[in-house]
């Protein structure tokens, strides 16, 4: 068991590109709604498939994907991760739709590209923590 632990925790690994794709799907997400009528959608949509793709790429480079929503303190992150997430998305939707500040929604994006970049890497962190038993 320890061993297998520790193999999980040295291929969850990323590679700074993973953590910057996962943070700009995030970002696309909450500026959308800035956007002009079937724009939105069609970021959405791409939005989907670039998650559907990491997770395949995530199959093809390690050769598992490792769900963010599993027990342990991984979850904590995760869940605030989300919190943050969907704050954010909210917080554009009004900015751009009842406030008519689309630039606004173009700064969370920023601010939600930070913060998902930073909080991907803290997820794995606290997975290879939690693999090693550090």
């Known amino acids: 068991m320890t061993a297998a632990k520790r193999q999980l925790a040295d291929i969850a690994q990323c590679p700074p590109w993973r953590h910057a794709a996962f943070a700009g799907l995030e970002a696309a997400l909450v500026v ?3 956007l002009p009528g079937l724009s939105r959608a069609v ?3 791409a939005v989907m498939i670039g998650i559907a793709l990491l997770i395949r790429s995530d199959r093809k480079r390690l050769g598992v994907f490792i769900n963010g929503y599993r ?3 991984t979850r ?3 869940s ?3 919190g943050a997430v969907v704050a954010m998305l909210l917080a554009s939707m009004w900015a751009s739709h009842e406030a008519g500040l689309p630039q606004v929604s173009v700064a969370l994006g920023v601010l939600t590209f930070i913060l998902c970049w930073i909080g991907s890497v803290k997820w794995q962190r606290v997975f290879v923590a939690e693999m090693t038993g550090a």
């Open 43 to 45: 970021v959405f949509l």
């Open 32 to 34: 959308s709604p800035a």
């Open 71 to 73: 027990r342990g303190r």
């Open 80 to 82: 605030v991760l989300l």
């Open 76 to 78: 904590i992150v995760t």
